[in-house]
C-alpha cells in the first residue's frame, strides 16, 4: 500500500484520500448478518441525505428493460415497471408494461407517461424514483424518437420529478463493495433474490430465448402465458421493490442523522410547460393525418406490401412516408435544443451533488479557482474580469468567444451567468466578463458579487440561436397545411427521393472529359427548376473550385445564386472563390454577404460587402448568408440556385426552412466526411443532413441524383487507393501529376519494424501502451521523435516543392487532452488540433495519434474514435505521406456491433496497407 501522505502523480490529495477510504472499506470483513462495511460521509448542505426530497403517498420506484439489436444498431426498451403504494409506508403494488416491436414501445412508453400523469393529478407531490441515469436518458430518447410526450418528459425533466438515488447513495456513504450498483447497495437493506433472473443480462438473454421460444406475448405460466417472460418481469419487479427498499434505507439514515425532510427544489421556478410548442402541435396535426401503421417509421422487418404502401400519395400530395417526414422536421430545432438544455441541468445537479462527476465533461470547468480580477473602462460602461485556473488535462469542448458571439458560463455555486472574454485549454486559464451593471444590482440584492473564493464548477450555458428558423419554419407550415403556399418543389424532389435520369448522359461526359463538368453542370441547372442535385467532392478532388465554376457560368447566363453553409467559414470561402472566378472571366456581377451587420475579419479588402436581408437588391448576383438569412420571407423566391456548401453538415430541417429562397438546389459536399453535430435521438432521416438523406447510405452519389468528382490532386497515389477502397468503393483515383508525391526526411527515422520510415505513402506506426483513454505519453513520445526527424526536410508535390516546417505538418488526436498535450509538447513544431479543426486543409504531412488503448478505453467508444468520416478526413490530409499512431489493441478488441467490427476492419486494413 502506499503509505499515507504519500503524493500520486495525476491525483488531486481529495481523490486520493477517497480512494484510501474506499479500499480501507472493500477490505473490512462483513458484519455476523453479512452486511458489508460502510460509513456515513460527513453532512453537506444540498448534498447526499440532504438532498433527498421528503416521501410523498404518491411516490413511484420506477425501472426499464432494454435490448440492443447489433446488427441493426436500434434498441428496443422491451418492460417499464413501477412500484407505487396506495397506503403510505404500506406494502408496495407493482405495474408493467410490455412491448416487443416499436409500435409497442410507443404504445407502452405513452401508457406509462399518462399512468404518471393521472396518478400526478391525485398525489401532486409525488417522485419518480430510479438508480443511475439509464431510465431518465431512455425516457428522454424515447420521446423524441417517438415524437410522442415529449413536452411532457420535458415538464417532469424541469421540475424534478425524476430523482436519481444513485447520487444520494454515493454522497451518503462509502460502501465496502466494488462497486455501487444497486446489486451491491442492496447487501444493506435486503435479503437474498428469489427470481430466476438475477442481472441485466440474464434479462438480455431471456428476452431473446423468448424471441426464438414460440411462447405467448404475455408472461405467465404455460400453455396461456410465457415462463420466460414471467422470469424477466419477477426480475424487473425484484428491481423496482430494491429501490423502495434503498429509499425507505435512505430516509431511515436521514431520521437517525436528525436531518428535516424536505421537497426538492425544482431546476426552475417557472411552471414547467406541459402542452406542445407550436411546431410540435404541427408536427402532431400532420402525423394524426397518417394511416396509424404508418405513424411511425417501418423498421427493416416490415412487410413489403407496408414499405410500397407508404409511397402512395395522400389527400395533401405528398407521400404518406414524406408527409411522416415532414412532420418528424419540424420540431427538429425543439428536439436539439431540449438535449442541450437537459444537459445542463443534469450539469447543476452534479455540481450540487458530485461536482467531481464534472472532471470528464467536456461542457463543464470543474474544480476552478479564482485567480484575479481586472476592472476596465469603455466609454459607455464597465466591467470586472475575472480569472480562474483550473486543470488543463480536462478534455473541455467549450470554445471562445468569435465574431458572432461569446459562450457563456455559470458558476454553478451562485447560478451567475456570464459571457467568456478568454479561454486558454492549454494553460487552464478562463477569463469571465461580469459587467458592472450586473455586479451593482446583485449587490443591491444582497446577494454578493457571485464569485466564490473556493472551488467551483463552472457550466456552459446553452444558448438559443435557433428561433429566427423556428418562426420561419412555423410561418411557411402554417400555410403548407393551409395550402396558402406549397412546398419547394425542389425540397419535394428531395424529400421524395426522385430521381434525374437526364444526369446520366451528363455524368457520362463528364467520365469522357472531366475538365468540362463545371460547364456541364451549369448548363443542366440554367435549364432545370424545381430540382436537387449533389456534386460530391472527395478529399483534394477541387469541388470549391468546380463549384466557384458552376456559379460563375450561372451568373454569366443572368442567373442569381445564393450559397449557404453550417459554418461562417465555409461560406465566406466559397463566396471569396466564386468572386475570383467571376473576377477572371470579365463578369461585373455583384458578390455580397447577406449578415447581422458585424464586420467579418475573414471578408475584409476582399469587395464582398456585408448587406442586410432587406438591402438585397435584383443586381447582387451572388448572395451568402446562413439559413437564418435565407429563411426570411423577404428573400423567398429571389434566387435561381441555393448552393449548400458542405452539405453533409447541413441539416436537413435547416434545409427546409430555406429551400424557398430558390428554385433549385444544388448540395456540395461529401457525406463520407465529417457529419453534422446532432446531439438528440431524431425520429426517422428527420436528423440525417440533406446529403447523407439523398445518399441513403451509398458511399457514392447515384448517377441520377448528382455528380461524383472522381479525381483527386492532392494525395499521393497509394494513399489514394487505400482511401478510395475504403470510403468510395474504389472510384476516386489519383491525378497522375500525384506521382511524385514525397517528402525527404532532415534525418533518419526507424519505424516500430527498424525499417526506415518511407517519404510517401500511408504508414501505421503501432505503439505499445494500455489503459490509456483521453491521452497517451507514449504516443506523444513517438510523435514528436518523428517530427523532429521531419523538420528541415524537403517536400515535393504537385503544386511544388519547399523546405518542411511547421506548417507543413498536421498532428491530429480525436480528444482535446491529447491535443493540449501535444501542443505542450510540440511547442511549435506542428499544427496541432482535432480533425475538425483540419477539414478543408492539406499538408505534405499528417500524422493522427489514435490516443486509447484500446475500444474498452476510448471515451465515447470505437464509434467516436474509428468513425469512418474522421478517419477519413485525418489520413487525407496528407499529400506525401499520412502516418496513424496508434496501439495494436485497437485491432484486437471485441466489437459489440457490426457497424464496430467494419470500423476495426477499416484500421487492420490500414495497417495491413501500411508502407513501413
Not at 56 to 79: N, S
Not at 369 to 392: I, L, N
Not at 626 to 643: H, I, N
Request: hydrophobic share 40%; charged share 20%; glycine share 8%.
Amino acid at each position: 500500500a502506499v503509505p499515507a501522505g504519500t503524493a500520486v502523480s495525476g491525483l488531486n490529495p481529495e481523490a486520493l484520500h477517497e480512494l484510501r477510504q474506499q479500499a480501507q472499506l472493500q477490505i473490512t470483513p462483513p458484519d455476523a448478518n453479512g452486511r458489508p462495511a460502510y460509513r456515513l460521509r460527513p453532512v453537506v448542505p444540498g448534498k447526499g441525505l440532504a438532498a433527498l426530497p421528503a416521501a410523498d403517498a404518491g411516490d413511484i420506484w420506477f425501472d426499464m428493460e432494454g435490448i440492443q439489436d447489433a446488427v441493426a444498431g436500434t434498441k428496443l426498451e422491451y418492460l417499464f415497471g413501477a412500484c407505487f403504494r396506495e397506503v403510505p409506508d404500506g406494502a408496495s403494488q407493482f405495474k408493467a408494461w410490455w412491448a416487443h416491436t416499436p409500435a409497442e414501445e410507443k404504445k407502452a412508453f405513452e401508457a406509462w407517461v399518462d399512468w404518471v400523469e393521472e396518478r400526478r393529478s391525485r398525489y401532486p407531490g409525488l417522485r419518480i424514483y430510479h438508480y443511475a441515469s439509464y431510465e431518465k436518458t431512455a425516457m428522454r430518447r424515447l420521446a423524441q424518437q417517438h415524437s410522442t410526450r415529449e413536452a411532457v418528459i420535458d415538464a417532469w425533466l424541469r421540475s424534478g420529478l425524476l430523482v436519481d438515488l444513485l447520487p444520494v447513495v454515493t454522497g451518503s456513504i462509502v460502501l465496502g463493495e466494488p462497486s455501487y450498483s444497486i446489486k451491491k447497495v442492496e447487501h444493506l437493506y435486503m435479503e437474498q433474490r428469489a427470481a430466476e433472473v438475477t442481472n441485466a443480462g440474464d434479462s438480455v438473454v431471456a428476452y431473446l430465448n423468448w424471441q426464438n421460444s414460440g411462447e405467448p406475448r404475455l408472461p405467465g405460466d404455460a400453455p396461456d402465458g410465457s415462463p420466460l417472460l414471467l422470469g424477466i418481469e419477477n426480475y424487473n419487479r425484484e428491481d423496482c421493490e430494491s429501490t423502495v427498499f434503498l429509499h425507505d434505507w435512505l430516509r431511515g439514515l436521514r431520521r437517525e442523522q436528525g436531518l428535516p425532510e424536505h421537497p426538492l427544489e425544482a431546476a426552475t421556478d417557472e411552471q414547467p410547460q406541459k402542452e406542445p410548442w407550436p411546431l410540435e402541435q404541427l408536427s402532431a396535426d400532420l402525423l394524426a393525418e397518417l394511416p396509424e401503421a404508418m405513424q411511425i417509421d417501418l423498421g427493416p422487418t416490415a412487410s413489403d406490401d407496408l414499405l410500397a404502401a407508404q409511397e402512395q400519395r395522400g389527400p395533401r400530395g405528398l407521400s404518406w412516408r414524406v408527409q411522416r417526414l415532414l412532420a418528424q422536421l419540424l420540431p427538429f430545432h425543439h428536439r436539439e435544443a431540449k438535449v442541450a438544455w437537459w444537459a445542463y441541468f443534469d450539469r447543476r445537479n452534479k455540481a450540487e451533488l458530485s461536482p467531481a462527476d464534472l472532471i470528464d465533461d467536456g461542457e463543464s470547468i470543474a474544480e476552478a479557482r479564482w485567480r484575479s480580477v481586472q476592472p476596465r473602462e469603455s466609454k459607455r460602461t464597465g466591467a470586472d474580469y475575472h480569472t480562474f485556473s483550473f486543470d488543463p488535462s480536462q478534455p473541455l469542448k467549450i470554445g471562445a468567444r468569435d465574431a458572432d458571439r461569446s459562450p457563456q458560463l455559470e458558476i454553478a455555486d451562485t447560478g451567475l451567468k456570464l459571457d467568456v472574454d478568454a479561454l486558454d485549454a492549454e494553460r487552464g486559464q478562463v477569463t469571465l466578463k461580469l459587467p458592472w451593471s450586473k455586479r451593482d444590482q446583485r449587490r443591491a440584492e444582497g446577494l454578493g458579487d457571485g464569485i466564490p473564493d473556493q472551488l467551483c464548477s463552472l457550466i456552459a450555458v446553452p444558448a438559443d440561436i435557433t428561433e429566427k428558423l423556428r418562426e420561419s419554419l412555423l410561418e411557411q407550415a402554417n400555410a403548407w397545411l393551409s395550402e396558402a403556399s406549397p412546398i419547394p418543389p425542389a425540397m419535394v424532389q428531395l424529400l421524395e427521393r426522385q430521381t434525374l435520369p437526364e444526369l446520366k448522359p451528363l455524368n457520362a461526359a463528364v467520365a469522357a472529359d472531366p475538365s468540362g463538368v463545371a460547364a456541364r453542370l451549369a448548363d443542366f441547372l440554367a435549364n432545370r427548376s424545381g430540382c436537387t442535385l449533389a456534386l460530391q467532392g472527395p478529399p483534394g478532388t477541387g469541388k470549391t473550385t468546380v463549384t466557384g465554376q458552376v456559379i460563375a457560368d450561372l451568373v454569366a447566363r443572368g442567373k442569381r445564386v445564393a450559397i449557404s453553409s453550417n459554418s461562417h467559414a465555409a461560406i465566406n470561402n466559397l463566396l471569396i472563390k466564386a468572386k475570383a472566378t467571376c473576377a477572371e472571366r470579365g463578369l461585373s456581377g455583384v458578390v455580397v454577404k447577406c449578415s447581422g451587420g458585424k464586420q467579418e475579419e475573414a471578408l475584409s479588402g476582399k469587395g464582398i460587402p456585408l448587406v442586410h436581408p432587406d438591402g438585397t437588391t435584383p443586381a447582387m448576383a451572388v448572395v451568402g448568408g446562413t439559413a437564418w438569412m435565407f429563411c426570411r420571407e423577404v428573400l423567398a423566391d429571389q434566387f435561381d440556385l441555393l448552393v449548400v456548401d458542405e452539405a453533409g453538415q447541413m441539416s436537413l430541417a435547416n434545409l427546409l426552412g430555406m429551400a424557398r429562397c430558390a428554385r433549385s438546389i444544388l448540395l456540395v459536399g461529401d457525406q463520407q466526411q465529417l457529419a453534422q453535430p446532432s446531439q438528440a435521438d431524431h425520429p426517422g432521416s428527420s436528423g440525417d443532413s440533406c446529403l447523407e438523406y439523398l445518399m441513403q447510405g451509398a458511399h457514392v452519389v447515384p448517377a441520377d441524383q448528382g455528380v461524383f468528382l472522381s479525381t483527386s490532386w492532392r494525395m499521393e497515389h497509394s494513399i489514394t487507393a487505400v482511401v478510395s477502397e475504403l470510403f468510395y468503393d474504389e472510384r476516386l483515383q489519383a491525378s497522375s501529376a500525384n506521382a511524385e508525391n514525397a517528402i525527404h526526411w532532415a534525418r533518419p527515422c526507424l519505424s516500430a519494424s527498424g525499417r526506415g520510415l518511407p517519404e510517401g505513402g500511408l504508414v501505421f506506426e503501432p505503439v505499445l501502451h494500455s489503459g490509456c483513454s483521453v491521452t497517451s505519453e507514449a504516443e506523444i513520445e513517438r510523435i514528436d521523435q518523428i517530427v523532429a526527424a521531419l523538420l528541415g526536410g524537403a517536400y515535393t508535390h504537385a503544386k511544388g516543392s519547399g523546405t518542411l516546417t511547421s506548417e507543413e505538418i498536421l498532428v491530429i488526436a480525436p480528444y482535446n487532452v491529447q491535443v493540449n498535450r501535444l501542443c505542450q509538447r510540440l511547442d511549435g513544431k506542428a499544427r496541432v488540433g482535432t480533425v475538425d479543426k483540419f477539414q478543408g486543409q492539406e499538408a505534405p504531412v499528417a500524422i493522427l495519434s489514435l490516443t486509447a488503448s484500446s475500444g474498452d478505453d476510448a471515451p465515447r467508444g470505437l464509434g467516436f474514435l474509428l468513425s469512418p468520416n474522421r478517419l477519413n478526413v485525418a489520413i487525407s490530409r496528407a499529400q506525401c505521406l499520412s502516418i496513424v499512431v496508434g496501439s495494436p489493441g485497437l485491432m484486437s478488441g471485441l466489437a459489440n456491433t457490426i457497424e464496430e467490427a467494419e470500423q476495426i476492419n477499416r484500421l487492420c486494413r490500414i495497417a495491413a496497407s501500411s508502407v513501413a
